[in-house]
């Protein structure tokens, strides 16, 4: 079972290379079909090729805005559920005192 894993992992990755390497290759025909036009990328409004990572697009002032807004909801949140904590356990003890009587 894990040879069969690996192999099936080992397919995936080899995909995923191909899939990358054809669209850089493209990215190059179109760079150097514009080039031999006398078009530069940048005139073309063309630009390189990147993959995007999650680092590149979050920011520390966006988790910053994340952390401001969950501690505005925390003075509503937590009496809710301690609220709603006594309330099951003022039910379950109801609940048990009749079953015992």
Known sequence: MNAKF???ALFVLEKLND?????VASAAAVSSALMSAGVSAAE???SQVTIPTIADSVTADMLNGIVTQ???LLPVCLPTVVGILAFR???????GLLHGA
């Open 70 to 72: 969950m501690t505005a």
């Open 44 to 46: 073309s409004g063309g």
């Open 6 to 8: 690996k192999e099936k």
């Open 19 to 23: 899939k990358k390497t054809t669209a």
């Open 89 to 95: 356990k003022g039910i379950s003890f109801l609940f």
